[in-house]
């Protein structure tokens, strides 16, 4: 039976507005400070509620307020470009690698100088020029229903598209950027064909046309529509933490498994953090990344999302902590990002909506 977890603090805190409130994908709010006032304006292409219980929290440690806009990396980073040195961003915010890694090479990012950071984060979620740090990852699995489904009938991502899978299998769609990244580590493991086998064969195994995010996923396996889909790990531990008792009993049928053990590992990517190259409050910025890599913030991202911290010495929920050990595919997350476009190729071809 999967163990609640207590994270009525951090929701209580998500659900409070800070005082600058945010923007969505319009990007028209007012970020310039006022007065004297200390602020820190993050661009991020996040969307969790733990980032803002995150961000009341260190705006109650150091008194600096923290102003979102909100978008996707693509546009956040065009922005950027765009305004130049008039840009208000201080701290670029992003949901996969090889979103950082085009940040970087679009050229709005500057190295982050801070040793307390680089002691934070492993070098292999680092950018190796300083560019970006990881600030947490995921892994990307195959939950199954367990009245339905033997664990030892599962095995690899590729399995998935055997014969005795059709019908069977609940995925996101191909504009989703974690399939799109997921099917960019196979294009880099296996090549363009095999990738495109794999996609065809999901295709024609699928229980129904791809809708809704992952959490839609989990509902549909409990609802029998289908008995195994591909998630993030994340999305399952929080709703075996959720208050809403539909998502907690959906969240009791459900097991989670980590494909590829034994062949080229689970596919692993990272939410990450850039300094905007022409940041007016450089200090500010550097405070608040230095918090979120820390082993308090890392401790409060880890229990209120179920990411997987970088930071080794945060706590972690004890379903989280189960999760920890597994063999993770060989591929630089980074790189990812110069297959997406091939990878969104391939979906269109495969029929994968």
């Known amino acids: 039976m999967i163990k609640r977890v207590k994270s009525g603090v951090l929701l209580a805190a998500a659900a409070v507005l800070f005082v600058s409130g945010c923007s969505s994908g319009g990007l028209t709010r007012q ?25 009341l929290e260190f705006a109650k440690r150091t008194g600096i307020q923290v102003n979102e806009v909100k978008g996707t990396a693509e546009e956040l980073v065009e922005r950027m470009k765009r305004e130049g040195e008039a840009s208000t961003a201080d701290l670029f915010v992003a949901v996969d690698g090889g979103a950082l890694d ?10 982050l100088s801070s040793e307390a950071l680089q002691r934070n984060v492993p070098a292999e979620w680092r950018d190796p ?17 367990k009245d339905r489904v033997n664990p030892e009938e599962l095995s690899t991502y590729e399995d998935l598209t055997s014969e005795r899978w059709k019908g069977r299998v609940l995925v996101r769609s191909a504009s989703s950027l974690y399939n799109q990244s ?5 294009i880099e493991l296996y090549g363009e064909r095999e990738a495109e086998k794999w996609a065809e064969g999901i295709v024609r195994n699928l229980a129904r ?7 839609a996923q989990a509902k549909a396996i409990a609802a029998k529509v289908g008995d195994v889909a ?7 531990g929080q709703m075996s933490a959720s208050k809403d008792p539909e998502e907690l009993e959906i969240a009791e049928k459900l097991g989670v498994f980590f494909p590829n053990q ?24 550097l405070k608040l ?14 229990q209120g999302s179920y990411e997987f911290p970088v930071n080794g010495e945060a706590d972690m929920p004890g379903l989280l902590r189960s999760w920890q050990k597994f063999q993770r595919q060989p591929v630089d997350v980074a790189g990812l990002g110069r297959f997406h476009k091939r990878a969104a190729e391939i979906f269109e071809r495969a029929g994968w909506k």
């Open 262 to 285: 034994t062949t080229t590992g689970t596919h692993v990517n990272i939410s990450g953090i850039g300094l905007a190259k022409h940041a007016p409050n450089k200090d500010n910025a």
């Open 289 to 302: 990344a230095e918090f979120l890599t820390g082993k308090e913030g890392q401790t409060l991202l880890a």
């Open 31 to 55: 970020e310039k400070p006022q007065g004297k006032r200390q602020v820190v304006n993050v661009f991020t292409a996040r969307h969790y509620e733990v980032d803002n219980a995150l961000y």
């Open 102 to 111: 085009f940040a970087k090479q679009s050229g709005v990012l500057q190295p």
């Open 209 to 215: 046309e791809p809708e809704g995010g992952d959490r």
């Open 230 to 236: 591909i998630m993030n790990t994340y999305y399952i």
């Open 129 to 145: 020029d300083g560019y970006w740090a990881g600030i947490a990852t995921r892994s990307r699995v195959i939950v199954y229903a």
């Open 182 to 186: 997921l099917l960019a580590s196979f």
